[in-house]
């Protein structure tokens, strides 16, 4: 079993930062993609920003230019630093990661529970 736990929201006024942590720990043999997601209130969940094994990123049309997604493979951890908050930033965010897992290793998809961010006008 894996176990992915979010950290580091919170409450920030509008142009603030906070940096967002994701610590994966269990049976973990390695990563493929990890990301971020994130879902406000009456919304759909949505992709903010994926890293893959090798480093390469992807982020929304929104949050580019302000968010920066990285990951430590040593540490099992993937972050999102975010700059320059905006009120429409307000949102439940995920961490999502692709592990291989397990007595079999087979690659399983896994989702934290979730850390709030609220950005104030």
């Known amino acids: 079993q894996v176990q992915l736990v979010e950290s580091g929201g919170g409450l920030v006024q509008a142009g603030g930062s906070l940096r967002l942590s994701c610590a994966a720990s269990?049976?973990?043999?390695?990563?493929?993609?990890m990301g971020w997601y994130r879902q406000a209130l009456g919304n759909q969940r949505e992709l903010v920003a994926t890293?893959?094994?090798?480093?390469?990123?992807t982020y929304a049309d929104s949050v580019k230019g302000r968010f920066t997604i990285s990951r430590d493979n040593a540490e099992n951890t993937v972050y999102l630093e975010m700059n320059s908050l905006k009120p429409e930033d307000t949102a439940v965010y995920y961490c999502?990661?692709?592990?291989?897992?397990?007595?079999?290793?087979?690659?399983?998809?896994?989702w934290g529970p979730g850390t709030q961010v609220t950005v104030s006008s």
């Open positions: 999502n990661a692709d592990v291989r897992t397990g007595v079999l290793r087979r690659w399983l998809n896994y």
């Open positions: 890293i893959t094994s090798g480093g390469s990123t």
């Open positions: 269990g049976s973990i043999f390695s990563f493929n993609t």
